[in-house]
DNA sequence: ATAGGGTTAG
């Protein structure tokens, strides 16, 4: 005689036992022994324990279908508690479609066996077929079978937007279940997951009686919604109740405290977390190494990790993007190994951190066994996410063409896609694509710009100079509310800046909020390179005055505005300034403003001592200041030096050969030009050609040095004609000296009437009123004669022309130069 | 018998 000892009364079933035994009996050789009650297998009398029996099972799927078996076999699957648990198993395993087999074979299903089908939808993130599921059950619902407060916790999970939220909370009200602890804990979490987060915290507040749950629920809605400062509101009320916080407490609050500038509060909930025996919980630990991780302590976060008793996937990748995060690759690299061999199989997670750790070593080889590691696990596909860092990645290694290739097969583009591809291609220089991207993008259906899209495509804008397409951004930053945001108004100051509107720079500069140094950074170096020195050291001045601390970028564009002025004396009180009141340590940039600084002012010997001086290995920029120092100041010799020490550091830059090859060709020495030329053509390098650009009417033209293909080629050449004619009775003589090429005189004043920027101005000239301002922007610097050149035009024309060139502006009015022939 | 709230990313 079998007995069955049950909650609903004692059933009996003689043919059971001679096949339950020996089940048992192997579950009990399956090294988790359940704590079955079989007292003696020779008795009579069993007592039996059949939730032991299901919890046994739930180790393993073979187990789950022996155990169904049996019941078949023996005719108890008919019974509905045992199939409605069978549902369960089998979705807790991760069967869904053994569980809902079982489901619909039920022919009368229970409210039990509802929540078992609905909860094993969402156990396998089918969330969908749960709330068809739920549906079902609503219309098939009697006074016998209906949902039950067992059934809502569950529903709203798998609620996939506000609307079926909010359904399944009329229900909820409708069937009078509001005084649930769980379903309001749901509630509070399905509304924070939406956004909207103040119906949470009116759910949350109407509550009468509040658990841990509940608390956590809440507060976790704050956190995940950035909303930092009620999160911690709600916190320190769920303290001053009195409730005890709890790990779920405290990895939901830490993640908040260091991006929000509570890193201290964050170290106080570490103490609270170590007297609390919090410490070791796998949660908590995971959130102390992210945290502390954010406020670069990255001493804390390996000590967090290596006391941890057990860590999970969760702990390596946490340590791995910590190592990522703060600049090293190399460490991060190591750790991944370690965690391999520690059998710990990498995940989407730790792929992504990778993927950004490879582009920081800068590993062209590593970066293609990423991506084929994520293509064979076929992750793809699963979310934007991955793929985003892989376009990344790519970005950042310069394979932007790779970058665009996974763009175009993705099949889900999000905000993010698109404004990693503009970032991606305004980063390697190629701005005009990243327009070209960001035009398709507002074509695009269902995206919406963001602070990122216009942190990426303004300075794209700034880059060409784009005056008109950058203010319609403008324009759409006010819209959505952007302007003041201090990343898009740094943008805007600079693009204004970039394209020759200091005046309106200022404007924006003097709106912003300005307690960090971003915005003070930006305008200082615009008019550092617009030659306002003096400006922009009176600005520097309000900074300090204003208590904003100056940060190691300040200190570049206060250097850079000093040597384009030629304020000598003040660069270099600023670079002792810097070291001696603010305790940064010049980096090779500061270097390089400070022999361009010297350098330009004609002391090429003392910035070369200067460069002998320094603690640190001078790279390719300081030299290079000092050798277009020496160009300038004709200092051949220093030149020969700082061109062989530029060919050995960074040899593949063509510009230096340029440089070099100028040099010579200024002074006539032939067979220098030559042999630098040589040496280019031996290392295989091309001179990057050099082109002008202008926008009228919205519409940028680029224009090539000798360009004979634009469609208003004849106008333009009959316009430079004429303004050469007018030029010559002015006193205009062609220098002939920036002339690289060794030809004949009548040539080479053909050859400078050509360059780039002359047809671009007389373009301007042509296409847009009398006397109104021309932009135009040169990618290299602007040469000598056509500096004088331009000056004279701006006479002959009466109008303001403003270039840009490579490295600062020249604003040309009535037959003078803003930079007063210093640059 | 079945349910809620937690840590990592571009």
């Keep these: 005689m079998f007995l069955r000892k049950h909650r609903f009364g004692v059933v009996s079933h003689t043919d059971l036992i001679p096949k339950l035994i020996p089940l048992v009996r192997s579950f009990n050789s399956f090294s988790y022994s359940p704590s079955t009650n079989v007292v003696d297998e020779t008795s009579t009398n069993y007592e039996f324990d059949f939730n032991q029996l299901f919890i046994s099972c739930n180790k393993s799927i073979h187990l789950a279908k022996r155990l169904h078996a049996l019941l078949l076999v023996s005719g108890e699957a008919k019974n509905i508690y045992f199939s409605a648990k069978l549902v369960n198993l089998y979705a807790y395993l991760g069967d869904i479609s053994y569980s809902s087999i079982t489901f619909e074979q039920i022919r009368t299903k229970n409210v039990f066996a509802w929540n078992s089908m609905i909860f094993g939808f969402v156990h396998n993130g089918c969330s969908r077929e749960a709330i068809n599921c739920y549906y079902r059950l609503l219309v098939t619902s009697s006074s016998r079978v209906r949902p039950d407060f067992y059934t809502f916790p569950v529903v709203l999970k798998a609620c996939g937007d506000l609307v079926d939220g909010k359904k399944v909370h009329c229900w909820v009200l409708k069937l009078g279940f509001c005084l649930d602890l769980f379903i309001d804990a749901s509630l509070i979490h399905m509304y924070s997951k939406f956004g909207f987060v103040t119906d949470a915290r009116k759910v949350f507040d109407v509550m009468w009686v509040r658990d841990k ?4 629920a809440m507060i976790s809605g704050f956190c995940q919604n950035g909303n930092a400062v009620e999160a911690l509101g709600v916190f320190e009320e769920m303290r001053m109740e009195g409730v005890q916080l709890d790990s779920t407490t405290v990895s939901s609050i830490l993640p908040v405290c260091a991006p929000f500038g509570e890193g201290l509060k964050g170290i106080l909930i570490h103490v609270y977390a170590i007297k609390h025996g919090l410490e070791f919980d796998v949660f908590v630990s995971n959130a102390l190494i992210n945290m502390y991780a954010k406020l670069g302590e990255l001493v804390s976060s390996r000590k967090v990790f290596d006391q941890m008793i057990t860590r999970d996937l969760v702990s390596w990748n946490s340590l791995i993007s910590a190592y990522e995060q703060n600049n090293d690759p190399i460490s991060a690299l190591k750790l991944f190994s370690e965690m391999t061999e520690n059998k710990f199989q990498p995940d989407v997670f730790t792929l992504v951190s990778l993927a950004s750790v490879v582009a920081q070593c800068g590993d062209d080889h590593k970066s293609r066994s990423v991506h084929g590691f994520i293509m064979r696990r076929s992750w793809m596909c699963e979310d934007s996410f991955i793929e985003n860092a892989i376009m990344d990645m790519y970005a950042k290694l310069g394979c932007i063409d790779l970058a665009r290739k996974v763009f175009e097969r993705m099949a889900f583009k999000d905000v993010i896609s698109w404004n990693t591809l503009i970032t991606g291609y305004a980063q390697n220089g190629l701005a005009s694509e990243a327009v070209e991207v960001f035009r398709e993008m507002e074509w695009c259906k269902g995206i919406v710009p963001d602070q990122g899209t216009l942190v990426s495509i303004l300075p794209a804008f700034s880059h ?9 951004v403008h324009g759409y930053s006010i819209k959505i509310g952007l302007c003041m945001d201090i990343f898009v108004g740094t943008c805007l100051i600079d693009l204004y800046v970039k394209c020759g509107r200091l005046d309106d720079a200022m404007l924006l500069f003097k709106q912003v909020p300005r307690r960090s140094s971003v915005p003070w950074n930006a305008i200082i ?6 030659g306002d020195g003096e400006v ?40 002792q300034l810097m070291q001696q009141k603010y305790g940064i340590e010049p980096s090779l940039k500061h270097y390089g403003c400070m022999v361009d600084l010297l350098g330009r002012a004609g002391h090429v010997d003392i910035a070369y001592d200067f460069i002998k001086n320094m603690p640190i290995r001078p790279d390719a920029s300081v030299w290079g200041a000092l050798l277009g120092a020496c160009k300038v100041h004709q200092n051949e010799e220093l030149g020969k030096v700082a061109s062989e020490q530029l060919f050995e550091v960074d040899p593949e830059n063509v510009g230096y050969y340029v440089l070099v090859s100028n040099m010579y060709a200024s002074t006539g020495k032939w067979d220098g030009v030559d042999k630098v030329r040589a040496l280019a053509r031996d290392r295989g390098l091309r001179k990057t050609p050099g082109w002008s650009s202008i926008e009228v009417n919205k519409k940028v033209d680029v224009f090539y040095s000798g360009n004979q293909s634009h469609p208003q080629c004849e106008e333009i050449y009959k316009e430079l004609g004429g303004l050469l004619s007018k030029m010559k009775s002015l006193g205009y003589v062609p220098d002939y000296s920036f002339v690289l090429q060794d030809v004949e005189d009548d040539e080479k004043e053909h050859i400078l009437t050509s360059h780039s920027e002359r047809l671009a101005i007389a373009y301007g000239i042509i296409n847009t009123p009398p006397k109104t301002p021309i932009r135009i922007f040169k990618n290299l610097r602007v040469c000598g004669d056509c500096h004088n050149a331009t000056k004279l035009i701006s006479r002959i024309t009466e109008r303001d022309i403003i270039v840009r060139d490579s490295n600062r502006f020249h604003h040309f009015r009535n037959g003078h130069c803003s930079c007063g022939d210093y640059w």
């Design 525 to 530: 170096s615009g008019h550092g390179i617009h």
């Design 536 to 575: 922009a050291l009176t600005i520097f001045g309000e900074m300090q005055d204003d208590g904003v601390k100056p940060d190691h970028v300040t200190f570049v564009s206060v250097l850079s505005a000093c040597s384009h002025a030629g304020l000598v004396e003040q660069g270099k009180s600023c670079f």
């Design 464 to 472: 060409l100079g784009s005056l008109q397409h950058g203010m319609r």
């Design 213 to 216: 749950g509940t608390w956590n």
